[in-house]
C-alpha cells in the first residue's frame, strides 16, 4: 500500500541554520503531496503542496518540489527562526480522495 | 464556526468503559475524516464521510470503534469497551468539494487507565 518514509528527529538547530526535512513516499497513482506542520498545542496545519510531478510548493520561506523520478517531497528553508520550532508531517493523497497518509513526523527545535 | 472544533479535548476513561468523541466541521464542509495519533507518530486515517454517508471505514482497527454523521455535519466517534492501547490522540478533519486540503481540528486526547 501507499506509504511515506520522512527522516527521524529531533532536528536541533540554530536560528539561520539551513533545513532540510527528507521524505520520500510510495504509491501506486499519481498522488498529490503535503508538507503539514503542528506547533506546540496547536492543531494540524497545512503548511504546502504540490499536486503533480515538478510541482514546487511554498510557503512561509518554506520549499518542497515534487520529484517524481526520486518519489521525493523534501522539505528546505534557507534560514530557520526559532517560531518555526515544531513537528513537520509529510503527507500523501491519492488523487481524487482527501484521505491522507502520513510519514512518522519530524520534531525541529531552532535555538537562539 | 471559525474552524473545527472537537470535545472534549482530553479524556480519561477507565478501562472497559465507553467514549463518545464530538467533531464539529467548518460549516459546509461535505468531507470528514477521523484520524488517529499514537504518541511520537503521525496521524493514522480511521473513517471517512463524503455528508452523512461513511464510504470508508477501513482504517477502524476493532469492531469497538463506530462513527457516524446522521445529518452531514457534526459527526460522532464511539469506541466500545476502551482498552489502553486505544490511548492516542483522536483527530478530526474537515474539507470542501473539491478542496485539495484537510483543516484539522485540536483533537481530543484519550487516556485509557
Known amino acids: 500500500g501507499d506509504s511515506v518514509t520522512q527522516m527521524e528527529g529531533p532536528v536541533t538547530l540554530s536560528e539561520e541554520a539551513f533545513l532540510t526535512i527528507n521524505c520520500t513516499y510510495t504509491?501506486?497513482?499519481?498522488?498529490?503531496l503535503f508538507w503539514y506542520v503542528q506547533y506546540p498545542g496547536e492543531g494540524l496545519q497545512l503548511l504546502l503542496k504540490a499536486t503533480k510531478a515538478d510541482d514546487k510548493g511554498s510557503n512561509k520561506g518554506f520549499e518542497a518540489t515534487y520529484r517524481k523520478e526520486t518519489t521525493s517531497f523534501h522539505l528546505e528553508k534557507g534560514s530557520v527562526q526559532v517560531s518555526d520550532s515544531a513537528v513537520y508531517f509529510c503527507?500523501?493523497?491519492?488523487?481524487?480522495?482527501?484521505?491522507?497518509?502520513f510519514g512518522a513526523g519530524t520534531r525541529l527545535a531552532v535555538h537562539p | 464556526g471559525a474552524g473545527v472544533s472537537q470535545s472534549p479535548r482530553y479524556k480519561v476513561a477507565k478501562r472497559g468503559q465507553d467514549v463518545a468523541l464530538r467533531c464539529d466541521p467548518i460549516?459546509?464542509?461535505?468531507?470528514l475524516f477521523w484520524y488517529q495519533q499514537a504518541l511520537g507518530q503521525g496521524p493514522e486515517f480511521l473513517t471517512y464521510?463524503?455528508?452523512?454517508?461513511?464510504?470508508?471505514k477501513s482504517g477502524l482497527p476493532s469492531d469497538r470503534f463506530f462513527a457516524e454523521r446522521p445529518e452531514g455535519s457534526v459527526s460522532t466517534l464511539k469506541i466500545q469497551r476502551t482498552q489502553q492501547e486505544d490511548s492516542a490522540v483522536y483527530l478530526c478533519a474537515s474539507s470542501p468539494p473539491w478542496a485539495e486540503r484537510a483543516f484539522f481540528g485540536q483533537g481530543t486526547r484519550l487516556t485509557v487507565v
Open positions: 460549516s459546509g464542509h461535505v468531507s
Open positions: 464521510f463524503q455528508n452523512e454517508a461513511q464510504l470508508d
Open positions: 503527507a500523501l493523497s491519492e488523487e481524487g480522495y482527501n484521505k491522507l497518509i
Open positions: 504509491a501506486t497513482g499519481y498522488p498529490s
